[in-house]
């Protein structure tokens, strides 16, 4: 796997932020960052709350992404608001290995996420009914 010198040195030397490795966009780098910092010990870093975990062992999470942006509240007030995101934890049925994506809050027909197997189904381009009905995945 090809990493730039910077990515590298920061992965290697364990100098990233669990926020910074999950937003690697490169899957297999994003691998294999993780399995240099921990699959535990990352998520651990993380401030994060789970929000769903599916039969097929799909966990959805929102997590703080440590940045602030400024929201509208009431009429003209303003706060800064944590700025969050969701990931989805899951494991690849063929290698077994874990990975992490960060998935948007909406899918692709508007709705909004809030499942893991829904988060699942929007990565593989399906609706959570066809994600549901599939009996194999690789």
Same mark, same amino acid.
């Given at each position: 796997?090809?990493?730039?010198? /910077?990515?590298? *040195?920061?992965?290697? @030397?364990?100098? &990233?932020? +669990?926020?910074? !490795?999950? =937003? ?11 399995? !240099? ?9 993380? *401030?994060?709350? $789970?929000?769903?975990? =599916? #039969?097929?062992?799909?966990? &959805?999470?929102?997590?703080? $992404? ?5 929201? /509208?509240?009431? *009429? ?11 990931? $989805? ?6 290698? @077994?290995?874990?990975?992490? =994506?960060?998935? #948007?809050?909406? %899918? %692709?027909? %508007?709705?909004? !996420?809030?499942?893991? *197997? /829904? ?5 593989? +381009? &399906?609706?959570? %009914?066809?994600? =549901?009905? $599939?009996?194999?995945?690789?």
């Amino acid at each position: 796997m090809y990493f730039g010198k /910077q990515l590298f *040195d920061n992965v290697v @030397g364990r100098k &990233l932020e +669990g926020k910074h !490795i999950i =937003s690697i966009p490169n899957i297999e780098q994003r691998r294999v960052a993780t399995d !240099i910092y921990g699959i535990e010990k990352l998520m651990e870093s993380l *401030d994060k709350k $789970l929000i769903n975990k =599916s #039969p097929r062992g799909n966990e &959805l999470y929102c997590v703080n $992404l440590g940045s602030t942006t400024n929201v /509208q509240f009431l *009429d003209d007030w303003y706060r800064n608001e944590p700025t969050k995101g969701l990931v $989805l934890k899951y494991s690849c049925p063929s290698t @077994g290995r874990i990975y992490f =994506s960060g998935i #948007p809050n909406v %899918d %692709d027909n %508007d709705n909004m !996420i809030t499942r893991a *197997d /829904q988060a699942m189904a929007w990565k593989f +381009g &399906l609706s959570e %009914d066809e994600y =549901s009905k $599939l009996t194999i995945e690789a």
